[in-house]
């Protein structure tokens, strides 16, 4: 069991430019959880996505921010219009359907610079 | 809004000595996790609380949850150099008012271990 995927590991944009993110879950994991870190920070939930649907996207900025966890694929979290106060580390997490305990993935981080 | 506040949040320790760290919480909530963090890495699950008087050990680490009091805490015994990291506590909530899986982070504990 491969764990749960994130890719890239290190992303660079530039201020305007968009960053996508990438979160393949544990085989068996129908459960996909966004979570960001700022500098010296802990961990902020942002979303949490099952299969085609939003659960909950109360942690979501009301904009530029977009999720999904289509049908077939990976979960994409998307940003556009980048700014530099959107460097941070994103975690994505994932759970079978009997939900305790989750398992994160190593992380994406990026810089906008 | 539910928070966590863990304490201290710098620990700096001598080997073989034993140390625990607090983690409180505002709300009703009998999920609670523990997390380790090496730095630029991501989070390694420690333990999975379900219930009010939980206790887990693993290896120089033990962690116990009282529900009552919103209180869990991370007891470590005669540490060692390699247990240096952030420690995180998370508190599980129900996300979307149906099913758990919205957790709220404290703030992380930066444990070093000196010889």
């Known amino acids: 069991n491969a764990g749960v995927m994130q890719n890239p590991r290190h992303l660079v944009r530039r201020r305007g430019q968009e960053a996508r993110l990438r979160c393949s879950p544990m085989k068996g994991h129908s459960h996909v959880y966004w979570y960001r870190q700022l500098p010296e920070e802990g961990l902020k939930f942002m979303v949490y996505?099952?299969?085609?649907?939003?659960?909950?996207e109360s942690g979501m900025p009301k904009e530029r921010f977009s999720a999904e966890f289509p049908k077939e694929g990976p979960s994409i979290l998307r940003i556009q219009q980048v700014v530099r106060g959107d460097s941070a580390a994103y975690f994505c997490?994932?759970?079978?359907?009997?939900?305790?305990?989750?398992?994160f993935g190593s992380g994406t981080r990026l810089t906008v610079v | 809004e539910l928070k966590v506040e863990q304490n201290p949040l710098f620990l700096s320790m001598q080997e073989g000595k034993n140390y625990t760290i607090y983690c409180n919480y505002s709300t009703t909530s009998d999920r609670l996790y523990w997390y380790r963090q090496d730095p630029g890495k991501s989070l390694e699950s420690l333990f999975v609380?379900?219930?009010?008087?939980a206790v887990k050990q693993e290896g120089r680490l033990m962690a116990s949850l009282d529900t009552k009091a919103r209180l869990s805490t991370l007891h470590i015994t005669a540490a060692v150099h390699d247990l240096s990291a952030t420690y995180f506590c998370?508190?599980?909530?129900?996300?979307?008012?149906?099913?758990?899986?919205?957790?709220?982070f404290g703030q992380g504990t930066i444990l070093t271990v000196h010889p």
């Open positions: 609380l379900l219930s009010n008087g």
């Open positions: 997490a994932s759970s079978p359907d009997v939900y305790y305990g989750y398992t």
């Open positions: 996505l099952q299969k085609e649907n939003i659960i909950d």
């Open positions: 998370a508190v599980d909530i129900k996300a979307g008012g149906t099913s758990y899986g919205k957790l709220t």
